[in-house]
């Protein structure tokens, strides 16, 4: 009762059935935030909160839109009042984005930032719908460590996507790879903590928009928009077996030199293969030795 007794007072009302004791778990009833209300735009708010260990609560708010998207705002301390009070400064659209054609919902931690009174928001999963596609953005919480998209369709749907569908973004996008559920790829992330999950958000919403545009166009349009930056993931993808190459050719030409008539040349030489395997492993993901394909103007009408 001493736990509740705060959040009662703030409107916050517990829901004792979906509450279980042994996992030390409080649940408080849901709050609809009808579409015309300020802040709300439809939107079902459930808080939960944990005691994973002593002296130690864990306040989650679970944000569900009526399109079935939903964003999770999660905070840790010792003291459940403080702990409201942080989520509640938090706007409920903060962790959602919406532009022609999609959705996104954005689940962040709260963490203290050091040295500092400021809280930060980090950025933990991210999801996005587009067009009957789902992608999934998960950042791996180790600094300069790449985050993981997956790319899901709805069983029975059956679309075609080239492998280069993000990596002409830029550097910082892999090839997708085929799996059982649909497609992988992995972002680059850089830098520290609040300006790192920034920068994740803004490539999603870049994400969102780059794929409503690309599958609302037919499949053709993709190859004009991007044929330069096809080429440039053709030479991106080529880069390990390249770099092979150069070890190679590297190692048979120091043969033709005499270090006493041509000491510059060795020098360069005999360090081009450390300098080419700095190269190739500064990719975004582990080198993979493959000849691309080459890219060409896509025969379907449709993705589908």
Not at 7 to 31: C, P, Q, W, Y
Not at 52 to 68: D, E, F, H, I, N
Request: aromatic share 8%; glycine share 6%.
């Amino acid at each position: 009762m001493s736990l509740v007794e705060p959040f009662t007072r703030r409107g916050r009302h517990a829901d004792l059935a979906a509450s279980n004791r042994m996992e030390r778990r409080l649940v408080f009833k849901t709050i609809d935030h009808p579409a015309g209300k300020p802040n709300g735009q439809g939107l079902r708010e459930t808080l939960l909160l944990d005691n994973p260990y002593a002296k130690t609560y864990r306040l989650t708010r679970v944000l569900t839109q009526s399109c079935g998207l939903e964003a999770r705002l999660e905070v840790e301390g010792t003291n459940p009042v403080d702990l409201l009070a942080q989520i509640e400064a938090i706007p409920l659209q903060r962790q959602f984005v919406s532009g022609p054609g999609f959705g996104i919902a954005q689940s962040h931690q709260l963490q203290d930032s050091l040295g500092e009174p400021l809280v930060r928001m980090v950025l933990t999963h991210g999801v996005l719908k587009v067009d009957g596609l789902t992608v999934i953005l998960k950042p791996s919480g180790v600094k300069n460590f790449a985050a993981d998209i997956e790319l899901i369709t709805a069983p029975g749907d059956k679309i075609d996507l080239p492998e280069d569908l993000l990596a002409v973004l830029g550097w910082g996008w892999s090839p997708i790879r085929r799996d059982k559920e649909g497609w992988r790829s992995k972002m680059r992330m850089k830098g520290k903590q609040p300006g790192c999950s920034r920068t994740a958000e803004a490539k999603l919403a870049q994400v969102a928009a780059h794929l409503a545009q690309t599958l609302a166009d037919p499949p053709r349009y993709f190859h004009q928009r991007f044929v330069l930056a096809r080429w440039g993931v053709v030479f991106r993808r080529a880069i390990p077996v390249l770099t092979a190459l150069g070890l190679l050719c590297s190692s048979l030409i120091m043969a033709q030199f005499d270090i006493e008539y041509a000491p510059s040349v060795q020098m360069i030489l005999m360090n081009s293969p450390a300098l080419l395997l700095v190269f190739a492993f500064s990719l975004q993901e582990m080198p993979r030795f493959e000849f691309p394909p080459l890219p060409k103007p896509p025969t379907a009408l449709a993705w589908r």
